[in-house]
């Protein structure tokens, strides 16, 4: 019989997994070379685009050693992002090793130290592999350095390789084979297997991403899903080549797929153990979580007679997607939509960014907020996440926001600026470890909402790019807070007000107000942008109405230029939302969330 | 040069037959007054032998005032134009020279003063205002010393600046040149009514005639979508549904010709909402207003607010722009289209 190897790549954002993974492809003779196109398991377009990826996937790769043995090499790739750290970790959770990638010129980073841990927890093999060697830039001395002082692993076996180049491939695949060990688990007993993900098949339904821990299975077994106790009958099991490829059995030890008229993802937990309606496994696989959103939006059609096909959109988007949670919502400003929660900021924007582009919706998607708990005086406690429904503030007895452990890696000289951006973002118990020479590690204690508040933008700009990021929720702490309104020609805009930090509101309603006049184009009349708590206004800005638009001259030439240019606004004013009298940008929702000195 | 009229002379034959009568004929794009008075004499004749005019057409030519001189104003007359534009600009020399204009004040009174002895009786005076340099008085002494001509005709272009012009690219800073918004419509609404005070009548944003008679019977055909025949480098022709534009250079449009092609660069079928779209942008720019039949009902609540802010009339059914109206002649149409 084959042997079995179980694995993923864990990395830092662009270290190179995803080429990695496809030179490990192409060596294992999977796909031919001239088949091949890049980064063949990020599929979709923005995985492609933004050189992230998004959903797990899994790949067999054929394998045949020095000796003439065969081994089944199960590639499992996991997103890149902390906002898909549960993901992450079932993901892990269905290997027995990792290759953690590390960037010879970049070096360690936040999110490496992050996906070490993760490994760790679940007691993984770790291979450290030096990528990207051949840059000019690569500096593998220091990269070793850092991995044995950073990351407390022995850097003699660190692999050196250029994915780009394709060199040092093949000792990454002996290392899979001979460091990595074969997966343990019997096939006699209870069928045990972890779901790691979900994909939607509009032919076949959900095809459910499995290892399989103990037991069998096979066409025609019902299967229960030992979360939701929901049973199925198995239409079809089998391995991820390049395609799907069917197979008669599933046993202990290997990773497939699972076919059994799931109609959606969301009828499946990530996380979830299937076992046999026969023969159950007496208890499910440790780990399970139900994922939470953590941040919340609203999102409405631009024209409100296009609420029907965003319905339908978000119906068929969420076939795919279990972590999007949405319900009807209505908002005096923009009409019906939905109030949306999501895992981060990062799955919001992948969300919008698919219902636009691949459902070919206009969208305007309001500010992000966090959950926020208040303690009322009546005794009772209400959780929010929508600052619409902000409560009456003289009901509140105590009001709690979600806070994070941030984790931030820069080279020590940019420690100031970091320091003060963490302290103005209400960064509180920091502390510093100093894994290497001329490196840092911060990590502060900071509410989630000002992640939120362009944090990473700004992270960026403080650390000139060389800053890493990474966080875990907390816990929800006591707060003061205030609802922060914002006016337009005196009306309040349900759809643009938010809940923040009551010392900072003044200098977040000046922010508001100045971006919103950057945003709004200039009317026939004047605009004024106030931002007011309760009933007092503190802070304000005006567009001032335009006086002239007219061109002097418009002969036999000018007509057709002239109609161009009214055509284009006209397309531009097609995104935009009448609120009151006021024509609003679709990105000016949004816009206020952006702080000031760009 | 020649190349251009050997080019002109070609395309002629083109449309020589395909057109009945006209009712107007303009030279210009630039200053045609700079041709010898043998060329125009060559250009004139090569149209008149393969088009008819109507015995009361309106024929103009743009002239440069450097070029009028005594000799050439009879010339003008003698080779039939009735109808003169004259590039005077501005009555005040320092202008002039900011404009980099060749003529003086001097030359541009000059000019008129021979067209008027040649016997033209419609002449058209374009000028220019709107300078950051230039005051409001020295504007109001410019237009003054223009209608000590009694000029039947007047263009009064306030300075916008659009990409790739000489101005745009002297200064990066528009507002370097140009006056501040909220003076440029001041002075904009001061000269519409010093002008209509004096019993011009404001019929499009930047042109006053002296009486209806006397607006330009051929640049109307542009704001109302009446066909018309562009001939040479870069002109555009219109017959109701289709409009056409001849290439750019001189050299390729000669060449096209020489060689039996079409000189024509590109065209356009306007589709009914842009012919909407158009009628709204080009009605709210005259005094003829937007006619009824481009007005629906979804009008109906832009129109009360228009009317209500002073910017348009209604007047037989036409939603007419005001004096404010014609400031905002660009913008207004995004309020009607939808």
Redesign the interface.
Known sequence: MKQIRNFSIIAHIDHGKSTLADRMIQATGLVETRDFRDQLLDTMDIERERGITIKSQAITLPYVDGEGREYALNLIDTPGHVDFSYEVSRALASCEGVLLLVDAAQGVEAQTMANLFAAMEHDLEIIPVINKIDLISADIERTKEQIELDLGLDSDLAILCSAKEGTGIDHVLEAVVDLIPPPAGSEEDPLKALIFDAHYDPFRGTIVSCRIFSGRVHPGDTIRLMHNNARYRVEEVGVFRLEREPRKVLSAGEVGYIISGIKTVSDTRIGDTITLEKNPAPAPLPGFKEVKPVVFASIYPVASDEYRSLVEALEKYKLNDAALIFQKDSSAALGLGFRCGFLGLLHLEIVQERLEREFDQSLIMTSPTVQYRFELTNGDEVTIDNPVYYPDPATISKAFEPYIRASIMIPERYMGAVMELCLERRGTHSQFSYPSTGRIEIQFDMPLAEVIYDFYDKLKTVTQGYGSFDYDLLDYRESDLVKLDILLNGEKVDALCQIVFKEGARARALNACNRLKEEIPRH?FKIAIQGAIGGTIIARSTVNA????????????D??R??KL??K??KG?KRMKMVGSVTVPQSAFIAILRSDDK | MDGWFDGLKREVLYHKDLFGRFDSLYLGGGTPTFLSEKMLEKVMASLLDHFHLMPDAEITIEANPCDITRHKADALKALGFNRINLGVQSFNDNILKVLGRRHSAVDAENAVGHLRSAGFKNIGLDLIYGLKTQSMKEWIATLRSALSFQPEHLSCYQLTLEKGTVFDRRSHKNDMITLPEKTAAAHFLATSSFLENKGYIHYEVSNFARNERLESRHNRKYWNHTPYLGLGPSAHSFDGKKRWWNVRSVKKYRAALEKGRSPIEGWETLTTEQRHLESLALGFRTRKGVGPESLDAASEKALAMFQKQGLLKIINGSAVPTRRGYLLADHLPLCFST
């Open positions: 026939m335009f006086r002239k638009d007219v061109t002097a001259k418009c002969y036999g030439g007509i057709t002239k109609r009214l055509e606004q006209k004013k």
